[in-house]
């Protein structure tokens, strides 16, 4: 089994800053590609960014510029970057993995979010 454990959400004002974290625990062999995706009220879960093993990301258009996302394999760790936050990126914020537990079997697991709220 495999836990995802967010933190470093909260209240900020638009301009402002934050840095999400996202622990990943549990028995694995490997931790493959990584993510944070989003959902605000009343609207579908977005892709924010993911992140290979190899360091290699992506990132929704709008969000380019303004959000970093990066991992710490020592750790087993990844982290969201946010700068220049607007009252738009309010949302749960959800971290995303697909973890190999074996050779031969892989599965995808989710956290259970963090709130970001940003005021204008």
């Known amino acids: 089994q495999v836990q995802l454990v967010e933190s470093g959400g909260g209240l900020v004002q638009a301009g402002g800053s934050l840095r999400l974290s996202c622990a990943a625990s549990?028995?694995?062999?490997?931790?493959?590609?990584m993510g944070w995706h989003r959902q605000a009220p009343g609207k579908q879960r977005e892709l924010v960014a993911t992140i290979t093993s190899g360091g290699s990301t992506n990132y929704a258009d709008s969000l380019k510029g303004r959000f970093t996302i990066s991992r710490d394999n020592a750790k087993n760790t990844v982290y969201l970057q946010m700068n220049s936050l607007k009252p738009e990126d309010t949302a749960v914020y959800y971290c995303?993995?697909?973890?190999?537990?074996?050779?031969?079997?892989?599965?995808?697991?989710w956290g259970q979010g963090t709130q970001v709220t940003v005021s204008s």
């Open positions: 995303n993995a697909d973890v190999s537990s074996s050779l031969l079997r892989t599965g995808n697991y």
């Open positions: 549990g028995r694995f062999l490997r931790l493959n590609t």
